[in-house]
Each structure stands twice: as structure tokens, then as C-alpha cells.
């Protein structure tokens, strides 16, 4: 969670969790080298707020760590935006945190979730109605935010507490059954334990387990969808062979996966659309169903093909009726965030220049070149020359996945794309939402940064991919 020389952003109330929280990490400052933040919210809904918000500076000025503190009226945000009290905190708190990461540059906020409220968040999320990724609880590394205590008990942090003489604040809220989560604290829990001595516990672990569950399923799903889905025509098509040569689970994720790609959310859409696109592979072509967010889907000879029936004709995503990639909408999928434009080479081979929009990249365009002369190769930043013949997929504009690396010399050598990331300092809030293109899990270019050396161009090159991001002759912004 944590690597030496860190800035951590650490959030703490004043209760026991968070001022355990900030005891051990105070310990590993020094032999880690860690630049530590206190980030503390008064949500100024009881009368005892102040007195936690002077405690917490109190602690901070004992410990020698700087303190930020907010203060905002929670309650009025709540009903401002037709929120329960718990989400308008809760967003108020993790803007806070980005904020100050901002503000120090900093690397990780740590937060003080314990195991008890992993299994109280899996239990909220099974009554409530979830998928599997719910069920698995709170993730002990969610991108930039960390949970260090996500394996202790409650117990256990009191005890510690307690046996270094270390004071914390009680938040009187936390004993009222009014909200969900504490009715499950203190009703339903206690219940559980006296059935079954150590079900919280087992709770928690089951929860590990599905989340183990769901991380290997979201790998396999962003694997098959590679594999089977194509971005065309202003819509995605999933080909048959899904169904034969995959899982019934991993096709109805894909599924999912290919509605959200077009619709840009998932909100509207249940699993009753996606039985419905799934029967659609057993019906003959020219079938068809409507979706939410104005989607539609069709049987098609090569399978189901999924499009936004849009006014304007505007295209959604993939091909526009202009012939070109458009990715001007979040083509969101895989479940993390992954966003692809693909670089057609059936078009590029037929002579054509393809051009698209990323979001915050800017125009792109692509063309093959025949003839060229190495004296010409571009020393733009953001014009580059690829060796063609080496790409052994269709390239992709993309965000990075698991296994990505780059060839770093002409020797072959290669470094993982992450390590790349931490070469360049690239903070690691803004890793996931750089661009790359990639041919398979092979970097051919980070834009703004370097190519590959596999990819550059030589005097045995027959033909030379141009890519050029900025709008201009010379790929400057």
C-alpha cells in the first residue's frame, strides 16, 4: 500500500479507528520516509464536532504532523442534493482528500475502514440488492485510497488503543440505529455473533473471497471482450463465438460490458436487458430489442450488434457517418475505466487517413506511408513514425492494463509500463487516465513521452504508420 517517500493523505475523525490509523502510520514515518497530512472533516451536525475537530489538532500538534481542516454543513448539502446524510459526508470527505493530494502532490489517502465495516458493507449490499462486486465489501486498495486497518478488528484497535495509552473521541451518531449501516452494527450484527461466535468475522472473509472472485472475473471479461467485440459503424458487435467458445457468466458480463460501452452508463441498465440481448443469439438476424439510454440492439449474421439510435446522426462511439472514429463519448468498459479507439488496418491499408477525438488528448489522426525517407522521420512530440509491419494486432488508443510494457532500447529490453510511470513521475493519481497506444500488452507510444524502440523505424521498414495527436501539420498543442 505503501512505498518509501510517500505523501499520504490520511483522514481522521478523532475516532478510534483513524487515531490508530495515524498512530501506526506516525510509527513507520521515519523508516519510511513518509510525509504525512491530517485531513479532518466537521460536518457540523452535533454539538460535540468542535470538540473532536480541537482534538484532532491537538493530536496532530503532539505528533508533529500538519492538520487541514474543513468545515461544512452537511446536513443542508444533503437536502440541497437529495442525498442521504451518509453519501453528501461521504462526498464531501473524498473531495476534501483529492483536494489536499492535489495541494501536496501527494501519492495515497488512507482512510481507517476496519473489518467489521467490510462485513457490514457486504451485509448493506446484500440486503439492499448487489452484484458480486458489491458483495465483496470495501477494497483494501481502491486506486489512490488505501485501508491498512481493512484486516483488523474493532476489538483489536481498541486494545492497541489502550495498551499504548492512547486516547480517542466517541461520535455519538454511531450509536443511533437511525441509519442503515449502524441498525446493522448494532442490531443485526450482535445477533449474528450470538448465533455464531465469529460471524463478523467470517462475514469479512467471505467478502475477501468474492472480491478475489470478482477481480478474476473482471480480467477474464476485459480478456473476452478484446476478443469478441468490435467497435463499427457507430456501435459495438459481439460475434458468435462468444457463446460456444465461452462461460454463460463471462458473456452476460460482456454484454453488460457492450452496453455501457454505447449507452456511457450503466445506470438504467439491469440484468433483465442483458437476458434479453442474450437471447437475441438464438434468434435468427434481423431480430431486434430496444435498450435504455435510446440503445438499440440487432441480430445480426455475425452476432448481436449494439448501437445508440441517435437524432442528428451523431455517432455514439466507433465509426461515424463520416467515416471516422469518433470517441468524443466516454467509451467506458471493462470495468476500470478502460476506453479504447481502435486504428482500423483494413482502413489504413485501403489508403485511408483516420481521424477521431479523445478526451483529453485531443485530434488524432493515423495514415500509412509507402514512401518516406529515414531523413524525414518527425522530432515532434507529437508526431511519430511506427514500423507497420510489427504490429501484430489492430493498435488501440487506450488506458493501461495488467502487463503492459514497453521495449526501452534496441536490445530488446523491456520495463513495465507502471515502472515507466514511476520513471517519469507520473503521479499515480493521473496514471489511469493517461493514453497510450498499445499493440496487444505491447506499448507502441505514450504520447508525450517515447515510443517503443521495438516499433522505431529502420533502413529494412517497408511501411511506416504516421500518427499525429493536436490538429496540426506539426503535432505541436
Known amino acids: 500500500m505503501l512505498e518509501n ?5 490520511v483522514g481522521v ?43 484532532v489538532q491537538q493530536l496532530c500538534k503532539e505528533l508533529g504532523v500538519p492538520c487541514e481542516i474543513k468545515r461544512a454543513d452537511v446536513a443542508s448539502l444533503a437536502k440541497e442534493q437529495g442525498l442521504s446524510f451518509e453519501e453528501a459526508g461521504r462526498n464531501v470527505r473524498y473531495a476534501f482528500f483529492v483536494e489536499l493530494l492535489e495541494k501536496y502532490d501527494g501519492d495515497k489517502i488512507a482512510v481507517a475502514h476496519n ?38 478488528t474493532r476489538q483489536e484497535i481498541e486494545e492497541y488503543l489502550t495498551a499504548n495509552q492512547i486516547s480517542w473521541q466517541t461520535d455519538e451518531t454511531n450509536e443511533s440505529v437511525e441509519y442503515a449501516r449502524n441498525y446493522i452494527r448494532h442490531e ?3 445477533l449474528a455473533e450470538k448465533l455464531y461466535a465469529g460471524a463478523e468475522e467470517r462475514i469479512a472473509d467471505a467478502a475477501t ?26 456501435g459495438v458487435l459481439i460475434r458468435d463465438k462468444i ?57 445480426i449474421a455475425e452476432g448481436i450488434f449494439i448501437r445508440r439510435e441517435n437524432d442528428g446522426g451523431e455517432c455514439a462511439t466507433g465509426r461515424g457517418e463520416d467515416n471516422s472514429f469518433c470517441a468524443g463519448t466516454p467509451q467506458t468498459a471493462l470495468g476500470t475505466g478502460v476506453s479504447i479507439a481502435l486504428l482500423s488496418k483494413e482502413d489504413l491499408e485501403r489508403g485511408e487517413e483516420i481521424s477521431f477525438m479523445l478526451h483529453n488528448l485531443g485530434d488524432v489522426r493515423a495514415r500509412l506511408l509507402l514512401n518516406y525517407e529515414l531523413k524525414n522521420i ?24 495488467e502487463g503492459d510494457f514497453l521495449t526501452v532500447n534496441d536490445e530488446g529490453g523491456r520495463k513495465k509500463l507502471k515502472e515507466y510511470f514511476i520513471q517519469e513521475k507520473i503521479p499515480v493519481y493521473k496514471r ?46
Not at 517517500?5 to 493523505?9: A, E, K, N, S, W
Not at 495515524?22 to 464536532?49: G, P, W
Request: glycine fraction near 8%; hydrophobic fraction near 40%; charged fraction near 25%.
Open 432 to 477: 489511469d487516465e493517461t493514453w497510450v497506444l498499445a499493440d496487444d500488452n505491447h506499448i507502441m507510444w505514450v504520447p508525450g513521452y517515447r515510443i517503443s524502440s521495438f516499433y522505431k523505424i529502420t533502413e529494412e521498414t517497408k511501411r511506416v504508420l504516421e500518427i499525429t495527436i493536436g490538429g496540426r501539420t506539426d503535432g505541436e498543442n
Open 243 to 299: 457463446v460456444s467458445e465461452e462461460h454463460t457468466a463471462i458473456v452476460s458480463r460482456v454484454l453488460y460490458q457492450a452496453i455501457a460501452v454505447i449507452g456511457g452508463t450503466v445506470r438504467d441498465v439491469g440484468k433483465v436487458h442483458v437476458k434479453e440481448v442474450m437471447n437475441l443469439f438464438g434468434l435468427q438476424s434481423g431480430r431486434m430489442i430496444s435498450l435504455p439510454a435510446g440503445m438499440v440492439a440487432y441480430r
Open 209 to 234: 473471497d468474492l472480491r478475489d472472485a470478482e477481480e478474476y472475473l473482471e480480467y477474464k471479461t476485459k480478456e473476452a471482450y478484446l476478443q469478441y467485440c468490435n467497435l463499427q459503424d457507430g
Open 188 to 190: 443485526i450484527m450482535p
Open 13 to 55: 475523525s478523532g475516532g478510534a479507528d483513524s487515531v490508530c490509523l495515524l498512530s501506526v502510520l506516525s510509527k513507520l514515518q521515519e523508516d519510511m520516509q513518509l510525509n504525512i497530512i491530517v485531513a479532518h472533516v466537521n460536518h457540523m451536525f452535533r454539538e460535540t464536532a468542535v470538540r473532536d475537530e480541537e482534538f
Open 115 to 152: 473489518k467489521g465495516d467490510c462485513a457490514e458493507t457486504m451485509l448493506f449490499h446484500l440486503f439492499r440488492g448487489s452484484s458480486l462486486k458489491g458483495l465483496g465489501g470495501i477494497r483494501p486498495v481502491n486506486d489512490v485510497v488505501i485501508r491498512p486497518l481493512l484486516d483488523v
Open 5 to 9: 517517500g510517500d505523501t499520504v493523505i
Open 378 to 401: 518527425p522530432q515532434k512530440t507529437y508526431t511519430k513514425w511506427f514500423d507497420y509491419d510489427k504490429i501484430t494486432k489492430c493498435p488501440v488508443f487506450r488506458k493501461r492494463t
